[in-house]
């Protein structure tokens, strides 16, 4: 009888464990909780990716260079490339600047673009940084003549903005970005030779 009030009395092992769950759930939420938030503020560790991509172009070296570096062109040739705005209707110089709306790998953003090296028709490289991202780019462009036209090499350097985005990158990322560029290689030819 004692025993039968005693345990009566007490609390069971079942009743415990269902009070203690929502302090249990609550603890792992806050855990990946603050994984996440230090994954999305660590610096980045792997440094820059890089996408390349040559491609022959049956037009002049200067033909090509005048029409990859005019913004106002990009998204008539890059998949990636929404609009622009800025100083668009040129190819641009050393120093000057274009804003270009992107969706990249499923993710829309505006970057601005400024060229950082530029050398007739030969070679031709802007960096950009997108608004609001310590995350950032080199795109560098590189023309030969050959008998058959122009061989144009593109270069696309890119840092992620944090050890989230490293991973993120490795996992689903840079597979799509490669295709991107390939895809934006394959129309610059297409559109380029399509001219007048």
């Known amino acids: 009888m004692n025993d039968a009030r005693s345990a009566v009395g007490a609390p069971s092992a079942r009743g415990a464990a269902r009070r203690a769950w929502p302090t249990r759930v609550a603890w792992t939420i806050a855990g990946v909780a603050l994984i996440a938030v230090a994954l999305a503020n660590a610096p980045p560790l792997l440094g820059r990716s890089r996408v390349s991509n040559e491609i022959i172009i049956a037009r002049t070296p200067q033909?090509?260079?005048?029409?990859?570096?005019?913004?106002?062109?990009?998204?008539?040739?890059?998949?990636?490339?929404v609009a622009v705005r800025g100083a668009v209707d040129h190819p641009l110089l050393v120093g000057e600047s274009a804003v270009e709306t992107f969706v990249v790998a499923g993710r829309r953003g505006e970057a601005q673009w400024t060229v950082v090296e530029r050398t007739p028709p030969r070679r031709f490289a802007i960096a950009g940084r997108p608004t609001g991202s310590d995350g950032g780019a080199r795109i560098t462009y590189t023309l030969e003549a050959r008998p058959e036209g122009t061989?144009?090499?593109r270069d696309m350097e890119y840092r992620m903005p944090?050890?989230?985005?490293?991973?993120?990158?490795?996992?689903?990322l840079h597979d799509r970005v490669a295709?991107?560029?390939d895809e934006a290689v394959r129309r610059l030819r297409e559109r380029a030779e399509a001219r007048p």
């Open 63 to 81: 033909e090509v260079f005048e029409y990859v570096t005019t913004p106002a062109i990009w998204p008539a040739w890059h998949p990636s490339s």
């Open 179 to 181: 295709a991107e560029s």
């Open 162 to 172: 944090s050890l989230w985005g490293d991973i993120l990158d490795i996992l689903l």
């Open 151 to 153: 061989r144009f090499h």
